[in-house]
């Protein structure tokens, strides 16, 4: 038995301070107005699944996940977004 026998997860997620994103987010949109849609993404707290809020352009602080019962505090653990650039 080795001691030394780590394995990295094969999911790796990167999220980052709520606020940061928020921020960014809010720059995004306001530098093409009408133009870009944001959808806010988090990692579950409880079982590691990858969630895309369905709504665009708003930032929870909470979020469920559909795999299992876990609310993940997004504000806490920090998030990630998705950029949509809108077609016409
Ligand atoms: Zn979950």
């Not at 949109?29 to 870009?36: E, F, M, T």
């Not at 708003?58 to 299992?68: A, I, M």
């Amino acid at each position: 038995m080795s001691q030394d026998d780590s394995i990295d997860p094969p999911m790796k997620y990167t999220d980052y301070p709520f606020d940061d994103m928020c921020k960014k987010a809010e720059e995004l949109i306001n530098s093409a107005p009408g133009k870009i849609d944001v959808y806010q993404k988090y990692t579950c707290s409880g079982c590691g699944q990858r969630l895309t809020m369905d709504t665009p352009n708003v930032f929870y602080v909470t979020g469920s996940c559909d795999k299992c019962p876990t609310i993940t505090n997004i504000k806490e653990q920090g998030c990630n977004f998705l950029v949509h650039a809108r077609s016409g």
